[in-house]
């Protein structure tokens, strides 16, 4: 089946400008994660959505950052005024919802460029 | 706080064996997790240790023992595709979808 999507794949935005990542993760999945990886970095926690609960928000590094889940299903992170320190390549993952669920499937990343 | 530890870089010959070692202190542990990455490429799961041991997965096991808050990946018969990155990871809750602290990766650099 198919797996976790995002979009878009590149995104160079102007510093100040916001911009909207979407990820659609596998259907399903009731699990949706979002995390950042800076170049040779690892990955950044940054928001976890489970279910019907409130969402896990303790990664999201200033208030400039939000991210919603509609419909228990498509994820949008938002970052506002943006600035250089935001640049990098931002990825989500989704799980299913099992207690023994340890695996992430992650989608292909979106790279963004402020300048 | 959660902290994992991971060697920056490994270099291996084809064929060989190669150990990645990770330690982590957290607050909670309920599994330890690797993931691959090839550059460019999302990460892929490798394996799931959450009870003391070796598990095996063809040329791939992965090792942990809790008492000691340590684990590694070893990775047999060397392929110059498994040049990547690899990341540990910590699971921190119990219930499905929980999320996961990852160690800052090791780069293995298998050569000819």
């Known amino acids: 089946g198919a797996g976790v999507s995002q979009s878009p794949s590149n995104k160079v935005t102007e510093k100040g400008k916001d911009v909207e990542l979407r990820c659609d993760p596998i259907?399903?999945?009731?699990?949706l994660y979002w995390y950042r990886q800076s170049l040779g970095q690892g990955l950044e926690f940054l928001i976890y959505f489970q279910g019907n609960s409130a969402p896990d928000k303790s990664g999201l590094p200033s208030d400039r950052f939000s991210a919603e889940r509609t419909g228990g299903s498509v994820s949008t992170l938002t970052i506002q005024r943006t600035q250089q320190e935001d640049s990098a390549v931002y990825l989500c993952a989704s799980s299913p919802d099992r207690p023994s669920s340890y695996e992430q499937y992650f989608g292909p990343g979106t790279r963004l460029t402020v300048t | 706080g959660q902290s994992l530890e991971q060697p920056s870089e490994v270099t291996a010959v084809e064929g060989a064996i190669v150990q990645i070692n990770c330690t982590y202190q957290t607050s909670g542990f309920y599994g330890l997790s690797w993931y691959q990455q090839h550059d460019g490429g999302a990460p892929t799961f490798l394996s799931y240790?959450?009870?003391?041991g070796l598990e095996e997965t063809g040329r791939f096991s992965s090792f942990l023992s809790r008492s000691d808050s340590y684990g590694y990946l070893l990775l047999q018969e060397l392929q110059m595709k498994d040049s990547a990155s690899y990341f540990c990871?910590?699971?921190?809750?119990?219930?499905?979808?929980?999320?996961?602290?990852f160690g800052t990766g090791t780069q293995l650099k298998v050569e000819l």
């Open positions: 240790n959450a009870l003391d």
């Open positions: 990871a910590v699971k921190t809750g119990t219930g499905g979808g929980n999320k996961l602290t």
């Open positions: 259907s399903g999945h009731t699990a």
